[in-house]
């Protein structure tokens, strides 16, 4: 669009009017002339490059996974210690 109005000396709202014909904003220009459009491209792209690292990878899975042996084998344990102070002795 700057081009447009540097080059062929177009008012703003001429080269707007212009930009979808060309292909350089979409139907509604409202994203594209705000900067929302190119900042979801840079979300977009800064995603592909992180969200890997924050995906579990196998180690975290098995730490997880141990972990949650460990909770069920405390609870079962407490359960017993439970069960067996409410057991009375006659």
């Given at each position: 669009?700057?081009?447009q109005m540097g080059e062929k000396g177009l008012s703003y709202d001429e080269a707007l009017k212009n930009a979808p014909k060309l292909g350089f904003v979409e139907a509604d220009p409202t994203n594209d002339?705000?900067?929302?459009d190119a900042?979801?491209?840079?979300?977009?792209k800064l995603f592909v490059?992180?969200?890997p690292c924050l995906l579990p990878n196998n180690a975290i899975m098995?730490?997880?996974k141990n972990e949650l042996m460990l909770c069920k084998?405390?609870?079962?344990?407490?359960?017993q210690r439970f069960l067996l102070d409410q057991?009375?002795?006659v």
């Open positions: 669009m700057l081009s002339v705000t900067g929302k900042a979801y491209n840079i979300a977009g490059k992180v969200a098995a730490h997880i084998l405390r609870v079962k344990v407490l359960a057991v009375q002795v």
